[in-house]
């Protein structure tokens, strides 16, 4: 799970072509505590997951690989 959701955060701010600082900016964090999210050191809490989930515009479960669904 962690692995699935470290690459789907990763590509979605790709895909919106954003910074990780623009991101972290976004949902308020601060730029390395995002960074630990796509490098796989740490996973985010529910409140962040829904703050990235809001961001990107996706849902909890595409974000952590329980479903293909955006």
């Known amino acids: 799970m962690e692995i699935l959701f470290r690459k ?6 790709k895909e919106k ?3 990780q600082k ?5 949902v308020g964090l601060n730029e390395r505590h995002y960074q ?3 490098y796989g050191k740490h996973f985010p809490s529910l409140e962040n997951l829904w703050k990235l989930a809001d961001h990107f515009e996706v849902s909890i479960d595409y974000l952590v690989g329980r ?3 955006r």
């Open 8 to 13: 789907r955060v990763r590509e979605l701010r």
């Open 17 to 19: 072509q954003e910074t």
């Open 22 to 26: 623009q991101v972290a900016e976004a």
């Open 36 to 38: 630990f999210f796509e």
């Open 67 to 69: 479903s293909d669904e």
